[in-house]
């Protein structure tokens, strides 16, 4: 199994502030990689799908970048609605998850 | 708009089975993709359970591959869990997803909790 280690596991953060998280994969993943959102009782948000595609209708704000093993989730000015947990996602080979980030609000 | 909606029982036995119903709204599952069921354990660990694909072939995590069988009522455009023998270690908030073969899952469900005990 393709193992996802996740970090930072917690996020403080203010609003304007650019944030990086960060998903390391045991192997590679051939850019096999998404980025969810989820707030607290709510179906987690694809925000961008292999590495670097943005889902419709989310801010550009989001980016994604990464090959190999390493990947990077960026929001470059943190906006008051983008607080929450966040996740990435490996579908290369079977499907497996990281731990989660969660961004909060310093 | 698509929409995926989770429901069941919160609350089951050790031992016995769970089963999951998830409506999906917006969207006929047999029209493409595959059809998820996914969990999330409490300390935020996520695991992969199956699909059910838009032909009605299955596809299961080997870990819980003699427990778990996901079915389909097209007419309703449901899909449904079933996992056998449950323990404690299945205790989990339960979602349904769409999955899209080269972009992975792309709707969620908000997800039921289910505590499995006695």
Request: glycine content about 8%; hydrophobic content about 30%.
């Amino acid at each position: 199994d393709i193992q996802m280690t996740q970090s930072p596991s917690l996020l403080s953060a203010s609003v304007g502030d650019r944030v990086t998280i960060n998903c390391k994969a045991s192997q590679n993943i051939n850019k096999y990689l998404n980025w969810y959102q989820q707030k607290l009782g709510e179906a987690p948000k694809l925000l961008i799908y292999n590495t670097n595609n943005l889902q419709t209708g989310i801010p550009s704000r989001f980016s994604g970048s990464g090959s190999g093993t390493d990947y990077t989730l960026t929001i470059s000015s943190l906006q008051p609605e983008d607080f929450g947990t966040y996740f990435c996602f490996q579908h290369n080979s079977w499907n497996t998850f990281g731990a989660g980030t969660k961004l909060e609000l310093k | 708009e698509i929409q995926l909606q989770e429901s069941g029982p919160g609350l089951v036995k050790p031992s016995q089975s769970l089963s999951l119903t998830c409506s999906v709204t917006g969207y006929t599952i047999t029209s493409g993709y595959d059809w998820s069921w996914i969990r999330k354990f409490p300390g935020n660990k996520m695991e992969w359970m199956g699909y059910i694909s838009n032909s009605g072939s299955t596809n299961y995590n080997p870990s819980l591959k003699i427990r778990i069988s996901i079915t389909r009522d097209t007419s309703k455009n449901q899909f449904f869990l079933q996992l056998n023998s449950v323990t404690t270690e299945d205790t989990a908030t339960y979602y349904c997803a769409r999955r899209h073969r080269r972009s992975g899952f792309d709707y969620w469900g908000q997800g039921v909790m289910v505590t499995v005990s006695s």
